[in-house]
């Protein structure tokens, strides 16, 4: 008999923890009338139990002293508010719309640079007395090309008299007297630049430089996170074996492609050719030199057709290659070259001679239509009548 019950309860198992809350201690205790034991894990659960049970036992005015910070809540909201943009224009859009309770600043431009490029673009801007749409930004030029160069900050003083190139040496004189420039860059990788300024002297402190770079950062998220989006859907729409955009491609940038390739006073050759004997080749040559035979076809293409041309796999057995800018008679001497190539020049892949029979269709920009699929059909069409006509 324990002494803990008015009466003999006939326990069989029996565990107490005590629970510390503050200068006090209470009690914990589980029992059981049945043969069992208190495992470790179960101990551990009861553990973390008591600790639950101590935390809902302090007194509830203890924390009422630390009440979160008001500037901790607006830059955490607008940081959140950056970083779920869906796309890099809302980035540089939601850029420009730093509160003025953050940041009391009187301009605000956002400046990106492509990967690999050495000239960036003023794609968003507020407060400015001049257009900015025409400026052009070189690496190492002007404040914001040498924040670009050296991905660190600037905070300059503009003095009265003395010019100060913000972008370049284009540009027109603004009433600003403080400026400073921060790079969005993630880990290596630099996306653009963001510009501030003000019209009173010091009107931008390096204190204002630590709650610009939480700005920076969040927004370096959202582009970081769009570029693997967009990059995750270009991917999955490539042919895994060739590398080149397969017909998902074709059907969901349909209006891209269209952008790019139909453009007034030029003529675009859709050539579509088919593989008749592919499924051949497979199954005697096997899968890896079938893959092996196609990832070599591509680079022939690639190395036989001048630019510019695209290439896309439309189906297993068929791709089509759109020529850009090319007269009829070139058309068709390419044609002949590469069924001479494929048909009579068969390919070594590993040790063994692969040979293609093909078909080929071909329709044209602008004088057959103007919609991609119309003309991609119109090619397959004729594809098709010649294999018809050859049976």
């Known amino acids: 008999f ?11 198992n029996f565990i107490s923890l005590p629970v510390i809350y503050g200068n006090q201690v209470a009690v914990l205790v589980v029992d059981s009338k049945e043969r069992y034991q208190f495992s470790i894990k179960l101990q551990k659960i009861l553990a973390d139990f008591t600790q639950q049970i101590a935390w809902n036992l302090q007194p509830e005015n203890q924390d009422n002293s630390e009440k979160p910070s008001p500037f901790l809540q607006e830059i955490s909201s607008y940081c959140r508010f950056l970083a779920e943009s869906p796309d890099p224009s809302s980035v540089a859009d939601r850029l420009t719309q730093i509160p003025a309770s953050l940041i009391p600043c009187t301009a605000i431009a956002t400046v990106w640079f492509e990967e690999n490029q050495q000239e960036g673009r003023i794609i968003g801007h507020r407060g400015f007395a001049h257009d900015l749409s025409e400026i052009r930004v070189f690496f190492g030029k002007g404040l914001v090309g040498s924040c670009a160069k050296n991905r660190s900050p600037l905070l300059i003083q503009i003095h009265e008299g003395r010019k100060t190139v913000v972008f370049s040496e284009d540009e027109k004189s603004e009433d600003l007297q403080c400026v400073a420039t921060l790079p969005i860059q993630l880990n290596d990788t630099l996306y653009g630049v963001l510009m501030v300024g003000s019209s009173e002297p010091d009107g931008v402190t390096h204190a204002d430089l630590d709650k610009l770079a939480l700005v920076v950062s969040a927004a370096a998220s959202a582009l970081f996170c769009t570029d693997t989006k967009d990059r995750w859907i270009y991917d999955k729409n490539l042919d895994p074996v060739t590398g080149v955009p397969n017909h998902r491609f074709l059907t969901e940038h349909n209006l891209a492609v269209s952008e790019e390739v139909f453009q007034p006073n030029r003529t675009v050759f859709f050539l579509t050719f088919h593989i008749t004997n592919l499924t051949e080749l497979y199954e005697i040559h096997g899968v890896d030199r079938g893959d092996a035979y196609l990832k070599q076809l591509m680079a022939l293409f690639s190395k036989l057709i001048p630019s510019p041309k695209f290439i896309f796999r439309l189906s ?11 007269g009829q008679k070139e058309v068709e001497r390419l044609i002949s070259k590469l069924k001479h190539l494929l048909e009579h020049k068969p390919l070594n892949i590993n040790g063994a001679s692969m040979e293609a029979q093909t078909q080929w269709g071909l329709s044209v920009y602008p004088r057959e239509g103007s919609e991609l699929f119309s003309l991609i059909n119109q090619s397959r069409i004729r594809l098709t009548q010649k294999t018809k006509v050859m049976a």
């Open 2 to 12: 324990l002494g803990f019950y008015k009466k003999n309860e006939e326990l069989k």
């Open 316 to 326: 297993e057995t068929c791709f089509l290659i759109m020529l850009i800018d090319r």
